[in-house]
Nanobody, 118 residues
């Protein structure tokens, strides 16, 4: 069972990135998939999640209107499209597969670093 987040990198303010969360060993669409981030010196922060049942989607206020979460069940992958990036979005981003959006009892992948800087 493995989750792998990828797609991070260095981007200028106002730019875009798409993160991917790919699973191996289990089927992602059976789980709630959440994205979280942790900036240097700060606690981990919940960013977004997508449910397994009805596809309900939730966003933190800090990213609402700029980030979009989506699933591709055929590829067993969840994406996080990040637009209008700000320096405060700089963090290591993680994905988690759980029964709810908390990620507290789920599978976690290794993170991917997003740096927003000019």
């Amino acid at each position: 069972v493995q989750l792998q987040a990828s797609g991070g990198g260095l981007v200028q303010p106002g730019g875009s990135l798409r993160l991917s969360c790919a699973a191996s060993g289990f089927t992602l669409d059976l789980y709630v998939i959440g994205w979280f981030r942790q900036a240097p010196g700060k606690e981990r922060e919940w960013v977004s999640c997508i449910s397994s049942s009805d596809g309900s989607i939730y966003y933190a206020d800090s990213v609402k209107g700029r980030f979009t979460i989506s699933r591709d069940n055929a590829k067993n992958t969840v994406y996080l499209q990040m637009n209008s990036l700000k320096p405060e979005d700089t963090a290591v981003y993680y994905c988690a597969a759980d029964v709810d959006c908390s990620g507290s009892n789920g599978y976690w992948g290794q993170g991917t670093l997003v740096t927003v800087s000019s």
